[in-house]
């Protein structure tokens, strides 16, 4: 089973920041099979980045990913009050799919 | 517009069988597969499984193998998740998503979610 460990657990940004998230693997992610999703309280996960770094239908440029191999990375440009929120990465090279444990983005 | 319609919340007592489901809508549902994701109060996304929509195979978690059963109709456009006899343990929020259907393996990611049922098992 592919582990996947997001760092910070927290972040504590302030609107207009740029934030920096990380996702590290137990092994190499083959082509790339990475995804990011932000959830909000109370709401469901929604689909950012996939293939790493191309992004999902009506997410906005700020939001932006990168990487391969074991480590990868999503930045949010220049924070908004609305990206407040979790943010979790997948990987889908094999089965069990897997999801790093996420890490809170929190206004600061 | 797409939409993944999941059932109402439940409370249940242990050892009680539940059943809920996740209905597809605006989107050619012979086309995506689904997955169903456990989170558990204040935690993380657990992937429990997934069902495939073109012969109904399913792989599961080895976290889910055997604690629970995934079944689909397509006549109907709906997938369940399904137990025979539930545990204080299975409280939870439990999402469907659909499955984007061009990754070049078996596993993909979700590129859209449902709401979530959230079910509650206490005696």
Redesign the interface.
């Known amino acids: 089973?592919i582990v996947l460990t997001q760092s910070p657990g927290t972040l504590s940004l302030a609107p207009g920041e740029r934030a920096t998230l990380s996702c590290r693997a137990s092994q190499i992610i083959a082509?790339s099979?990475l995804?990011w999703?932000q959830?909000k309280a109370g709401?469901?996960?929604?689909?950012l980045i996939?293939g790493a770094s191309s992004r999902?239908t009506g997410i906005p440029d700020r939001f932006s990913g990168s990487g391969s191999g074991a480590d990868f990375t999503l930045t949010i440009s220049r924070l908004e009050p609305e990206d407040f929120a979790v943010y979790?990465c997948?990987h889908?090279?094999?089965?069990?799919?897997?999801?790093?444990?996420?890490t809170r983005l929190e206004i600061k | 517009e797409v939409q993944l319609i999941q059932s109402a919340p439940q409370v249940k007592k242990p050892g009680e069988s539940l059943k809920i489901s996740c209905r597809g809508s605006g989107y050619t549902f012979a086309t995506y597969s689904i997955?169903w994701?456990r989170q558990m109060a204040g935690k993380?996304?657990?992937?429990m499984g997934i069902i495939y929509i073109g012969d109904s195979d399913t792989?599961y978690?080895?976290?889910f193998q055997g604690q629970v059963t995934m079944s689909i109709d397509k006549s109907t456009r709906t997938a369940y998740l399904q137990w025979s006899s539930l545990k204080a343990s299975d409280t939870a929020m439990y999402?469907c998503?659909r499955l984007?259907p061009h990754?070049?393996?078996?596993?993909?990611?979700?590129?859209?979610?449902?709401?979530?049922t959230l079910v509650t098992v206490s005696s």
């Open positions: 089973e082509s099979n995804a999703y959830q709401q469901s996960p929604r689909l996939y999902a979790y997948q889908y090279v094999t089965s069990p799919i897997t999801f790093g444990q996420g | 997955g994701v993380g996304l657990e992937w792989r978690s080895p976290s999402y998503a984007w990754c070049s393996n078996a596993m993909c990611y979700f590129d859209f979610w449902g709401r979530g």
